[in-house]
């Protein structure tokens, strides 16, 4: 029974430790977001960074506006992005456009004042 009752605590404390260091925001720069920006405006994106990118907030507050900026960009039915011919979602020209945007936001944010 005690057995039990610390295997349980155990598992409780290893769940709360996970997320709590899940839930931290990451350190990026502006230079980083707006490369994974870029490299998403030419298709080029790898996938693992990129659902890094959009899952995990960032410490520069500047940054996560940016980030918060283009989830909304990325949710179904919004006016940037378009079906192509498979019915696969794609940029649309606003989308094209917003995203260029934000990655001349990214740019104009002072590396040396993001913390990072």
């Known amino acids: 029974m005690s057995t039990t009752i610390v295997g349980m605590g155990l598992g409780i404390a290893l769940l709360v430790a996970f997320a709590y260091w899940n ?55 919004s006016k940037y992005l378009s079906s192509d011919s498979q019915n696969m979602l794609e940029l649309s020209e606003l989308g094209v456009k917003r995203l260029g945007e934000l990655v001349a936001e990214c740019e104009a944010i002072s590396p040396s004042s993001t913390g990072a």
Do not use: M, N
């Not at 925001?25 to 960074?49: K, N």
């Open 23 to 77: 839930g931290r925001p990451v350190s990026r720069t502006p230079d980083e977001i707006a490369q994974l920006l870029r490299a998403r405006l030419r298709g080029e994106e790898d996938p693992g960074q990129w659902d890094y990118f959009v899952s995990c907030r960032v410490r520069d507050d500047r940054l996560e506006a940016v980030r918060i900026k283009w989830l909304s960009v990325e949710i179904e039915g």
